[in-house]
Nanobody, 124 residues
């Protein structure tokens, strides 16, 4: 089992940047693919980005491609989401999640573990 805690959210102006972190407990972090999802008020939780166990493969939603970068440091049991050129429509609660799979997983229902989320607000 793994426990996840996100940090790094906050209020930023449009065009700005934020870096989210997802700290994982346990010694098996490198066994999990990691993903970031977000949920805006009144909307379903949607896929943002994912990375495989080794960090060698990544995937992104079209809406964030070229602006967001997912990465991980298995020695630190931490995954990251670097968000640049932020837009007001990026405002949401951002969740990190872990999946027992070797691949890059974009499907929300496949993920086994979730963090509590961190709020990101982008002002215009």
């Amino acid at each position: 089992q793994v426990q996840l805690v996100e940090s790094g959210g906050g209020l930023v102006q449009a065009g700005g940047s934020l870096r989210l972190s997802c700290a994982a407990s346990g010694r098996t972090f490198s066994s999990y693919g990691m993903g970031w999802f977000r949920q805006a008020p009144g909307k379903e939780r949607e896929f943002v980005a994912a990375i495989n166990r080794s960090g060698g493969s990544t995937g992104y939603a079209d809406s964030v491609k070229g602006r967001f970068t997912i990465s991980r440091d298995n020695a630190k049991n931490t995954a990251y989401l670097q968000m640049n050129s932020l837009k007001p429509e990026d405002t949401a609660v951002y969740y990190c999640a872990a999946v027992l799979s070797p691949g890059v997983i974009a499907t929300r229902s496949f993920y086994n573990y979730w963090g509590p989320g961190t709020q990101v607000t982008v002002s215009s």
